[in-house]
Nanobody, 124 residues
Framework: QVQLVESGGGLVQAGGSLRLSCAAS????????MGWFRQAPGKEREFVAT????????YYVDSVKGRFTISRDNAKNTVYLQMNSLKPEDTAVYYC?????????????????WGQGTQVTVSS
């Protein structure tokens, strides 16, 4: 069982930055592929970024490439999402998720555990 708690969301102006954190419980965190998803008002939840257990591979949705960076610290059981050059269209509730499956995962059904989400609002 893995429990995930996100933090770091808030209100920021367009062009600004935020760093989201996701703290995980459980001894097997380091073996999980981790991902970030987001859900904007009135829209379906969508994939944002994913990282393998060893951090040797990452993958992003095209809309955030070059602006967002996913990373993890297995010693701290934490995964991060550094978000730079934020745009109003990045406004959403951001969720972290853990997958027991190997390799990069961009599909929601591949993830076993989810956090409660943290709100990110980008003003224009």
């Amino acid at each position: 069982q893995v429990q995930l708690v996100e933090s770091g969301g808030g209100l920021v102006q367009a062009g600004g930055s935020l760093r989201l954190s996701c703290a995980a419980s459980g001894r097997t965190f380091s073996s999980y592929t981790m991902g970030w998803f987001r859900q904007a008002p009135g829209k379906e939840r969508e994939f944002v970024a994913t990282i393998t257990w060893s951090s040797d591979n990452t993958y992003y949705v095209d809309s955030v490439k070059g602006r967002f960076t996913i990373s993890r610290d297995n010693a701290k059981n934490t995964v991060y999402l550094q978000m730079n050059s934020l745009k109003p269209e990045d406004t959403a509730v951001y969720y972290c998720a853990a997958s027991s499956r190997m390799y990069l995962r961009s599909k929601q059904y591949d993830y076993d555990y989810w956090g409660q989400g943290t709100q990110v609002t980008v003003s224009s």
